[in-house]
């Protein structure tokens, strides 16, 4: 199994144009998508960051995630993706009580 720094630094060297590609060109050794966090919304494209959980740790990659014109292609965005470390922070929400 690949380590989380491992990931990382395959992912950074190849240029992806979109965080889903990662899962297509790289070997995760087990990783599997967690989350999708950190929507950005622009007029063409929208920017997210996709979260892994590796065996020791979590990464995220960040790029283009959406595409809001059928004539455009992930790359015409020249936006290259980052992959980096990642921490699980647990939060807490609130809803109203049923009786």
């Known amino acids: 199994m690949k380590t989380t720094k491992e990931l990382i630094a395959e992912i950074n060297v190849a240029t992806f144009s979109s965080p889903h590609f990662v899962e297509d060109e ?6 599997e998508k967690v989350a999708t966090i950190d929507r950005d919304e622009h007029r063409w494209y929208t920017l997210g960051t996709i979260v892994f959980k590796a065996s020791d740790g979590f990464f995220g990659v960040h790029g283009p995630i959406q595409l809001k014109s ?7 965005i020249e936006f290259g993706c980052v992959a980096f470390e990642m921490e699980e922070v647990p ?3 609130y809803r109203k009580k049923t009786t």
């Open 91 to 93: 939060s807490v929400t």
């Open 26 to 31: 790289v070997d995760l050794g087990g990783a």
């Open 70 to 76: 059928e004539s455009m292609g992930y790359s015409d």
